[in-house]
């Protein structure tokens, strides 16, 4: 069983793969992860860099905004991952392997932060239509027959 601390890295080390899938960063994390778990062993090695890919396609098919669920799951799965290796060792190694990750971790884009929606119209009056707001689906009708119409004044 592992301890709060190395619970949490392992916690990061998910969030982290997750993040880097899909930025210039990808690569290099790929490879270090791929290299963390395969323990020296090739097959091992190619076989994570396989589930890397995998986890990037998984974000990948969801475009740019790679839905909450898909995200959550690809966390879950690098987690357990990094879990069971971190179990796997005796303590000493499991300090130094959690060292790696750390290192990993750090090297890693930051998380994007997304606190909401701010809209901001500025320079006078707009005599068109505006649309403020995020993530519209649908199609989006405007109120006004020709928006390029001076209201009366």
Known sequence: ????????????????????????AWHGLRDRVARLLGRGDEERRQAQLERLDRTAAAL???GDGADEQTC???????????????????????????A??????????????VRGVHNEISG????????????FHGPIYPTLADPGRRPAE
Do not use: K
């Open 1 to 24: 069983m592992l301890n709060e601390a190395m619970t949490a890295l392992a916690a990061a080390g998910g969030t982290a793969v997750v993040q880097a899938a899909g930025t210039d």
């Open 60 to 62: 990948a098919a969801g």
């Open 72 to 98: 959550t799951r690809q966390e879950a799965v690098w987690q357990e991952r990094f879990e069971i290796l971190l179990e796997s060792l005796g303590e000493d190694e499991r300090e130094a392997v959690g």
């Open 100 to 113: 790696e990750l750390r290192s990993i971790i750090d090297e890693s884009p930051g998380p994007v932060e």
């Open 124 to 135: 006078g009056t707009q005599y068109g239509t505006v649309i403020q707001g995020r993530d």
